[in-house]
Nanobody, 124 residues
């Protein structure tokens, strides 16, 4: 079992920045691909960003490329999502997810472990 706890969400204005953190416990963190997803009201959960076990490869939703950066610190068992130039359409609950596959993909059903989510609200 892997336990994931997100933090760092909040209410910000358009153009502001936030950094989300996801702290993992329970298993060897570096054995897991880590992803960030988000779910806006009335919408399906969507993949935002992912990072491989050693942090050498990342992938992003097109809508956040150039604005969001995913990173991880395996010594701290933590994955981050730096979000810059936030837009109202980024408003959602953000979840981190973990999976032992080398690259589980962008579908949420492929991930075994999930955090409880953190709310990000961007006002215009």
């Amino acid at each position: 079992q892997v336990q994931l706890v997100e933090s760092g969400g909040g209410l910000v204005q358009a153009g502001d920045s936030l950094r989300l953190s996801c702290k993992a416990s329970g298993r060897t963190f570096s054995n897991y691909f880590m992803g960030w997803f988000r779910q806006a009201p009335g919408k399906e959960r969507e993949f935002v960003a992912g990072i491989n076990r050693i942090g050498g490869s990342t992938t992003y939703l097109d809508a956040v490329k150039g604005r969001f950066t995913i990173s991880r610190d395996n010594a701290k068992n933590t994955v981050y999502l730096q979000m810059n130039s936030l837009k109202p359409e980024d408003t959602a609950v953000y979840y981190c997810a973990a999976d032992p596959s080398w690259f589980p993909g962008r579908r949420d059903v492929e991930y075994d472990y999930w955090g409880q989510g953190t709310q990000v609200t961007v006002s215009s």
